[in-house]
C-alpha cells in the first residue's frame, strides 16, 4: 500500500515536473510541499545538523529550478531530486572536513531527535505503568541507534536512510548512488547486522513490542 | 527455493519489494527453515528497533525554499542574449565532425543531380542521333568549259613518276612542265585488269579504216561539241585566251571545278571517277604501257582518240590527241599520226613536238619510200611474167 501510494505520488510528480516547466509554479509548490520533510531528515541523518540540512534542502530545490528545462523524465523526479541532495551533502561534509574541525555548536545528536514526531518504541506500549521505563528504554535506544546509524560507512549509512527514512526503492538507490541494485542490497543487509549488534541488547525488548 | 535463493531475496522480502509468486514461495521456505526463519527474524526486529523518529523541518522552510527558487528562476532573457545563444548553440552544431560529413554529402548529391540534369537537357533521351553529311559529289561529267588539268596532291608527282617509269622512254618524250597531264593520276593498277573492249568498240570502225580514222573520228567528233561534217574533228585549238591554260602548281596543274560546291576547289589527286576523261586518259596510257612491257604493240589508239572526242579543246584532249598519234606512229599508221600532230601544230604548247614528231615521221617514211624503190629496179626483170597474161587476155 505504502508504495503504491508512493508509486501514485511519483507518477504524480512527474506530472507536477511537466506542468512546472511548462511554467506553472504552484506544480513546484506542491512538489516542495511532498517532498521537504524526507528530504529534510535524509540530509539530517547525513550531516547530523539541522541548519546544515535546512541549506541542502533549499540548495536542492533551487537546483531543480535551475535544471528544471534539462529533465528529460528519463527516471522518477525523486531519484533526480535525492541524487542532487545527496551530492550536496558530500560536498557539504567535504568542506566540513576540509575546516577540520566538528561543529561545537551542533551536538552529535540534534535536540530535535528527541521530540520527534515519528512512531517511537516508547509510543508503542500500551502498559500506563511502565510508559516511564518505556520512554527511558526508548531514549537509550534512540541514542544508540543515532550512534549507531553515525558509526556506519558512508556507503551504508546514507543506502539506510534512502531506504528507512525516504523509503526510497532498492532500484531507485542504486541510480542515486550508481552501484548496482545488489550491491544496494548488500550494503543494506550490512548495515542492518550493524545495527543489530549494536542494538542486539534491546533487541528482546524489540521482539516484546511486536 | 532453498537457503541461497532466499538470502538472495532476503532484503527484498523485508520490505515487500517481491513479486507475489517469489515472496510465497520464500514465506514457504522460512516455515520450513529455522536458520532462514531466525535471519529474516533477526532483520525484522532490528528494523522495528532502527526506526529513527521523523523530524519535521522548520515550518518556514516551505517559504524560505519557494522564495529562494522564486528567485533562483531565470527570467525573461533579452533578444540580444537569446540571438548569442541561438549562434552559439548553431556554431557548437557547426563544429561537430557529424555536421561536416553532412554538408559534404549534400554537396556531392547537389553537384551530381546539377550534372545529370544538364546532361539531361542538352541531350533528350528520346531524341535520335542523326547523321548527316554534308556536301555533294562532284559531276560525274565535267562540262567541255573546264580547263582540265591533272588533280593535284603532294603524291600527284610521285604517282606521275612512278607511271612514267614504267612506260618506254623512246615512243612518249618526258611530260613537259606545262603540262603534266599525268601529274594528278595515282599509281596505276595493273594494266591487265583493265577492259580494253568497253573502249574499243566504239573505235573499232576508227581502227578498220586506219589512214581514215580521221573520218571515223569525225564521225564521233560531233557529239562532242566538233564542227560536223566539212571540217575536221581536231580542229584548230581556239585561241588561247579561250582556252585557258589550267595553272600550273608547284606539283602541276590543279583540276578546278566548274562550279558548286567544288568551284575553285583543289581536287585530290586519287582515282577520278570512272567516266571522267581523265580516267579514260589514265586507262588508255596503263594499256599502253602495259603492251609496252610486254612488247605488244600500242593498242590505246581509239582509246585516245575518244578522249581527245570527248574532251577537245581541254589539256586532256591535247594530250590525248598527241599521245594519240605516237600511238599510230608505233604501229605504222603514219597517215592517222600525221593527222593528229598537224592539228596539234595549231597549239602553242604542242607545236614544237608536234613538228619534231612529224619530221621523224618524214624521215623514216622517206627511208622506206627510198628502201622500197632501191629494191624495185632487182625485181623489174622477173615483172615481164606478168603482163604476157593479160596480153593474151586482150588477144
Not at chain 1, 152 to 172: G, T
Not at chain 2, 13 to 28: H, M, N, V, W
Not at chain 2, 181 to 209: C, E, H, I, T, Y
Not at chain 2, 366 to 381: D, E, V
Request: hydrophobic letters at 40%; aromatic letters at 4%.
Amino acid at each position: 500500500m505504502k508504495d503504491a501510494a508512493a508509486s501514485r505520488s511519483e507518477i504524480a510528480d512527474e506530472a507536477l515536473m511537466i506542468r512546472f516547466q511548462s511554467g506553472d509554479r504552484s506544480a513546484f509548490a506542491l512538489l516542495v510541499r511532498r517532498h521537504q520533510s524526507p528530504l529534510y531528515n535524509f540530509a539530517l541523518r547525513q550531516l547530523r545538523s539541522p541548519s546544515a540540512a535546512e541549506e541542502v534542502v533549499q540548495d536542492a530545490f533551487v537546483r531543480v529550478v535551475h535544471n528544471a528545462a534539462e529533465f528529460k523524465h528519463a527516471s522518477r523526479f525523486s531519484t533526480w531530486l535525492y541524487t542532487i541532495t545527496r551530492n550536496l551533502c558530500i560536498d557539504h561534509v567535504r568542506k566540513r572536513n576540509l575546516r577540520n574541525h566538528p561543529s561545537l555548536d551542533e551536538p552529535k545528536h540534534p535536540q530535535g531527535d528527541q521530540g520527534g514526531d515519528g512512531p517511537t518504541l516508547g509510543d508503542r506500549t500500551a502498559d500506563g505503568r511502565a510508559n516511564v521505563e518505556r520512554t527511558a528504554v526508548a531514549a537509550e535506544i534512540r541514542e544508540r541507534l543515532l550512534a549507531a546509524v553515525d558509526e556506519l560507512p558512508d556507503e551504508q549509512r546514507e543506502v539506510f536512510l534512502l531506504r528507512e527514512v525516504s523509503n526510497v526503492p532498492f532500484k531507485e538507490i542504486a541510480e542515486i548512488v550508481g552501484v548496482p541494485e545488489n550491491t544496494v542490497k548488500s550494503r543494506m543487509r550490512y548495515a542492518l547486522e550493524r545495527l543489530q549488534a549494536a542494538l542486539s541488547d534491546y533487541e528482546e525488548y524489540a521482539r516484546a513490542l511486536r | 527455493m532453498d537457503c541461497e535463493k532466499f538470502e538472495s531475496a532476503l532484503m527484498d522480502e523485508l520490505y515487500g519489494e517481491l513479486d507475489e509468486l517469489t515472496s510465497a514461495a520464500a514465506k514457504r521456505h522460512v516455515s520450513g527453515c529455522a536458520r532462514c526463519s531466525a535471519l529474516l527474524g533477526g532483520l525484522r526486529a532490528t528494523r522495528r528497533v532502527a526506526a529513527l523518529p521523523r523530524v519535521e523541518p522548520p515550518a518556514d522552510l516551505e517559504q524560505r525554499i519557494l522564495a529562494a527558487a522564486a528567485a533562483a528562476t531565470p527570467k525573461a532573457v533579452p533578444l540580444r542574449g537569446r540571438l548569442a545563444h541561438a549562434v552559439s548553440m548553431a556554431g557548437s552544431w557547426a563544429m561537430r565532425p557529424q555536421t561536416a560529413m553532412v554538408a559534404v554529402f549534400l554537396v556531392m548529391i547537389g553537384t551530381s543531380v546539377l550534372l545529370l540534369r544538364g546532361k539531361s537537357s542538352r541531350a533528350p533521351a528520346s531524341a535520335e542521333m542523326t547523321v548527316t553529311e554534308e556536301g555533294t559529289p562532284a559531276p560525274a561529267a565535267p562540262p567541255a568549259a573546264v580547263a582540265a588539268a591533272a588533280p593535284l596532291s603532294s603524291a600527284a608527282p610521285e604517282a606521275y613518276v612512278a607511271n612514267r617509269a614504267d612506260r618506254p622512254s623512246a615512243l612518249l618524250p618526258p611530260p613537259s612542265p606545262t603540262t603534266g597531264a599525268g601529274a594528278g593520276f595515282a599509281v596505276a593498277p595493273a594494266a591487265d585488269a583493265l577492259d580494253d573492249n568497253r573502249m574499243r568498240s566504239p573505235a573499232k570502225s576508227m581502227m578498220a579504216k586506219g589512214e581514215d580514222g580521221l573520218g571515223a573520228v569525225a564521225l564521233n567528233a560531233p557529239a562532242r561539241g566538233a564542227a560536223a561534217g566539212a571540217t575536221p574533228a581536231f580542229a584548230p585549238p581556239p585561241p588561247p585566251a579561250a582556252a585557258s591554260p589550267a595553272p600550273v602548281g608547284p606539283a602541276g596543274p590543279r583540276l578546278e571545278g566548274t562550279g558548286g560546291p567544288f568551284a575553285g576547289a583543289p581536287l585530290e589527286a586519287t582515282a577520278p571517277p570512272p567516266g571522267d576523261p581523265s580516267d579514260e586518259l589514265w586507262a588508255a596510257r596503263t594499256a599502253r604501257d602495259a603492251a609496252a612491257r610486254q612488247g605488244r604493240a600500242c593498242p590505246s589508239g581509239p582509246r585516245f582518240d575518244d578522249v581527245a572526242s570527248r574532251a577537245p579543246g581541254t589539256q586532256q584532249g591535247w594530250d590525248a590527241l598527241y599521245e594519240g598519234a605516237l600511238c599510230y606512229e608505233s604501229l605504222g599508221e603514219f597517215g592517222s599520226a600525221r593527222t593528229r600532230l598537224g592539228t596539234l601544230l595549231g597549239v602553242p604548247s604542242y607545236r614544237d613536238r608536234a613538228r619534231a614528231t612529224l619530221d621523224r615521221i618524214n624521215k623514216e617514211q622517206g627511208r622506206g619510200a627510198a628502201a622500197a624503190a632501191h629494191a624495185a629496179p632487182k625485181a623489174a626483170p622477173a615483172a615481164p611474167a606478168s603482163p604476157p597474161a593479160a596480153d593474151a587476155e586482150q588477144h
